[in-house]
């Protein structure tokens, strides 16, 4: 039973001696179902209800474990045992790599119907025999795609707002998140994104809106801007922007995006959108929360009947490789749109773990001691954080040091990024660390002075010990600890990006190539390459990347040590 019709419901009645047909038994059944499925979609939504997470096998395959979910049409789609399946295999993986757009692929399930039991129908006589079964079995299809759920209506987010496209072309996106109301005399958020929507590419962007109405600031407009950007396919750059509504009964805040207005460079090409837009956000009296319970309540019969089409719930995001005729699976990021149905019993587990924060929150106010608010004259003391780090080297004296004989250690990273660091040093004896000058204490085992020189353009240092006696030690360990101010802070509106130059590269074995890394709006930043092992090569702190011997796809990854979760990550293909 296929149909996505639920209503108007109408059931059999039976009396004695009615002549019953095939149609009589299946409007039973559909009865039923129809009834079950309009409260599934309207009392649960859609999405996975429990389990179907999904792993990755090998470099080829998948698994998909049990579970059930619900689609947008109130259909139970139960997996009742794990399955292992070649990525290949699935529908529509052959149209994503035709496309040439094999980098990511999702992973989606559907509800489907199944014959079960093949039958003879006697009835038909010599008429054709068509495929006859005596069961029907609930089943499911997972199929692959590379585009993003095309409603936007039907996530959470789509209940307190929507999403406006200014720009789409077959490269990239320029999108503008509004929220559906606002209440009056309060701020809002408008975020301004560009996507890339195909092969990786250098993207310039520059969008100027103008703001009227309802509207109260001193700057009458918006401007986003994107300078040389390399965007890979998928990734998305956004920037937040806050207004102010007035305080008015009635009215909207109106955003006006003029073509001219709009400037996208796509490597040579200069583009332009072809028609105006207008975005409207009206003002309510209530709050948020309140204006999205009575919006729903307005509009989701409308909703539900208009988008009471297949669609699938996206299981995972699934990041390829692909080489020629064949791929290989990077990684699996699971429901990758958070399309998941909370049961009530979970949702009054997160409402009991948040009354016990905000009751732990209470008490933890409740027993903090008022800080006492110092001022300098008038003015208040501002302090900035420092960054320290620290570490012991072990310097070799050879066989024994003369008296003025300089030793001199390797050059050390200290991790604090570039610019200058303040250092100190002292000479470490079991547990005792001397500091100063070396012949002031008798039990001193190597009796020796210390200086240092801080490299600022590479963030690293050097030690030198001069020996002041004779010594017959064969090594002496120093221990460092670096101070730097800290990082400057960025504006709200500037944003850090890391990427690699050249984002793809071909080399022979054992091949050497010095790869660069780019940090925008970063100016201390200290940069750590690493490889996936010794097998993936061999790269030096400065970026020079040499292949191994073995012909392969290897990874490289650069990431800043003063924000870990900034990195970027290159794939460099080896050949004979």
Not at 4 to 15: G, I, S
Not at 227 to 255: N, P
Not at 472 to 479: G, T
């Amino acid at each position: 039973m296929n149909n996505l019709k639920y209503y108007p419901f109408e059931r059999n009645r039976y009396y004695y001696g009615k002549l019953l047909t095939e149609q009589d038994f299946i409007q039973d059944q559909q009865y039923y179902n129809d009834k079950r499925r309009l409260h599934n979609r309207f009392l649960h939504g859609a999405g996975i209800a429990a389990g179907l997470r999904v792993v990755m096998v090998d470099e080829k395959s998948i698994s998909v474990e049990d579970g059930v979910a619900f689609d947008f049409s109130g259909r139970e789609i139960m997996v009742d045992v794990p399955s292992v399946y070649r990525l290949s295999t699935i529908d529509g993986f052959d149209a994503i790599m035709e496309q040439g757009r094999g980098d990511y692929a999702y992973l989606c399930i559907a509800y489907e119907e199944h014959g079960e039991v093949p039958a003879y129908n006697v009835a038909s006589g010599e008429q054709k025999q068509e495929d006859v079964f005596d069961k029907t079995r609930d089943n499911y299809h997972l199929y692959l795609t590379d585009q993003e759920p095309d409603n936007y209506d039907l996530t959470l987010d789509g209940l307190f707002e929507k999403k406006e496209i200014l720009y789409e072309d077959y490269q990239i996106r320029i999108t503008q998140t509004i929220p559906l109301s606002v209440k009056a005399g309060e701020q809002l958020e408008t975020t301004i994104s560009l996507e890339n929507i195909s092969n990786a590419v250098q993207i310039s962007a520059e969008l100027e809106e103008t703001i009227e109405s309802a509207f109260c600031g001193k700057e009458t407009y918006l401007q986003a801007k994107w300078d040389k950007v390399i965007l890979e396919r998928g990734e998305k750059l956004s920037k937040t922007f806050v207004l102010q509504a007035m305080e008015l009964e009635h009215g909207s805040i109106v955003i006006h995006v003029q073509p001219e207005n709009v400037l996208i460079q796509e490597g040579r090409d200069v583009l332009h959108p072809t028609e105006k837009k207008t975005i409207q956000i009206p003002l309510t009296k209530t709050d948020n929360i309140q204006s999205m319970v009575d919006r729903y309540f307005e509009t989701v019969m409308e909703k539900t009947v208009r988008n009471n089409y297949p669609q699938g719930i996206y299981l995972a995001k699934i990041s390829l490789m692909k080489l020629d005729q064949t791929y290989m699976i990077e990684h699996v990021s699971t429901v990758p749109f958070h399309q998941y149905l909370y049961s009530t019993f979970l949702l009054m587990g997160i409402t009991h773990g948040m009354q016990q924060e905000l009751k732990a929150l209470k008490d933890r106010k409740q027993c903090t001691p008022p800080m006492e608010h110092m001022q300098y004259r008038g003015v208040p003391q501002v302090t900035h954080p420092e960054r320290k780090a620290s570490g012991v080297v072990q310097i070799s004296l050879g066989i024994g040091g003369k008296r003025d004989q300089i030793f001199f250690s390797q050059e050390i990273v200290h991790g604090l990024g570039l610019g200058p660091v303040h250092l100190d040093l002292s000479i470490q004896q079991d547990q005792m660390l001397y500091y100063g000058v070396g012949d002031m204490f008798y039990d001193m085992e190597v009796k020796a002075e210390l200086a240092a020189r801080v490299d600022t353009s590479k963030g690293t240092f050097t030690i030198g010990v001069r020996m002041i006696e004779p010594t017959s030690k064969q090594f002496i360990n120093v221990h460092w600890r670096a101070v730097a101010d800290a990082l400057p802070e960025l504006e709200d509106d500037q944003e850090r990006y890391l990427y690699i130059v050249p984002n793809k590269l071909e080399l022979r074995v054992r091949e050497s190539y010095s790869l660069k890394a780019v940090c925008e709006n970063m100016p201390y930043a200290t940069i750590i390459w690493t490889t996936n092992g010794p097998e993936s090569g061999s790269i030096a702190s400065d970026g020079t990347y040499t292949a191994p011997g073995i012909p392969g796809i290897y990874e490289v990854t650069a990431y800043c040590q003063e924000v870990p979760e900034l990195k970027s990550s290159i794939f460099i293909v080896v050949r004979e």
